[in-house]
């Protein structure tokens, strides 16, 4: 892929069309509003600020369609997804009590000669259980393809072909964001990662987190409980070495400095970027080449501003 540009939350400041104009694309651009489900059609604003010229790909519906046809692979499909749920449970079982031992550390004070290198293994412990629980989710997903290899089925295969046919005449793809679990789960389906080609990518909010090469929720302040940031599955890799965190400001308490310290360290070497309403960052050919708007998470604690 020789471009992708990876965006902030849209709904407040919409920077998309000026975005596509910046990197040269003046055809036409398939949409991606899987993420949004049901409402997955209602793109009328999505559309008229690209100038009218995108086609939806409406992969959520036509997800539903391969599986209301084919259901003996959404019974497989339910299943995997349940056995996924459930590795899901057990991983925060065993993640919620490596996260309290590493803020103990981090919070403690002492000899520093001693505290150092409990407060690293620490954190280091939460990274190999995030890459234990990568692997499981991998396996799982290949053993789901290799049993019933869904690409091949009619039902899913009648489908590919009208894509590839849009595809075909498009210039870029715009992935939105939406629920990020069902829009990963339907841009895989689709095989959409290797299809997109040489085309310019646009993704924000959800969009942007399933391009990065793995899907990491996060939430400081949910509703109940207190959120412990966890790694969901393996994403696109349409774009490397990067975490992207959009509406960061909102779900993360960017302020603490421990809090940020602490994923930083956890998540490295990717950087975790702070994706703020209209912020954007470019690359081109696997390089930086623009940003504005975008923070990352520094292992000091502090927010750093990303330039080219």
């Known amino acids: 892929m020789s471009t992708v540009v990876l965006l902030g939350p849209q709904r407040f400041t919409p920077s ?111 990274s190999r259980l995030d890459d234990h629980h990568l692997a499981r989710v991998e396996a799982i997903d290949r053993e789901f393809e290799a049993a ?36 990963l789960n339907r841009l895989r389906l689709f095989g959409l990662a290797e299809r997109i080609g040489t085309r310019t990518l646009f993704a924000w909010s959800a969009g942007a987190m399933v391009a990065a090469a793995r899907v990491v929720l996060f939430n400081d302040q949910p509703p109940e409980g207190e959120g412990i940031p966890e790694v969901l599955e393996r994403g696109l890799e349409l774009v490397g070495g990067v975490l992207p965190l959009p509406h960061a400001r909102r779900r993360l308490l960017l302020d603490d400095r421990r809090r940020v310290a602490l994923f930083a360290r956890r998540f490295a070497p990717d950087e975790a970027l702070a994706f703020e309403d209209g912020g954007y960052r470019i690359w081109r050919d696997a390089r930086g080449v623009g940003s504005a708007g975008v923070r990352r998470l520094g292992e000091d604690g502090e927010l750093h501003e990303v330039t080219a």
Request: hydrophobic fraction near 45%; charge should be negative.
């Open 148 to 183: 019933w290899r869904p690409a091949e089925r009619p039902a899913l295969a009648r489908h590919l072909a009208k894509i590839e046919r849009v595809l075909e005449g498009a210039e870029g793809v715009a992935i939105a964001g939406g629920h990020v679990a069902i829009l």
């Open 16 to 126: 998309l069309g000026e975005a596509v104009e910046a990197a040269g694309v003046r055809g036409l651009i398939v949409s991606v509003t899987a993420g949004w489900q049901e409402r997955e059609a209602e793109d009328l604003e999505l559309h008229e600020h690209l100038g009218e010229r995108t086609v939806n790909l409406m992969l959520y519906a036509r997800g539903e369609d391969v599986f209301e046809r084919d259901p003996d692979l959404f019974a497989a499909h339910r299943e995997r997804q349940e056995r996924l749920r459930e590795l899901q449970r057990l991983y925060r079982a065993r993640l919620a009590p490596l996260r309290e031992a590493a803020w103990r550390l981090l919070t403690a004070e002492g000899d520093e000669s001693l505290l150092a290198p409990e407060r690293d293994d620490a954190i280091a412990a939460m």
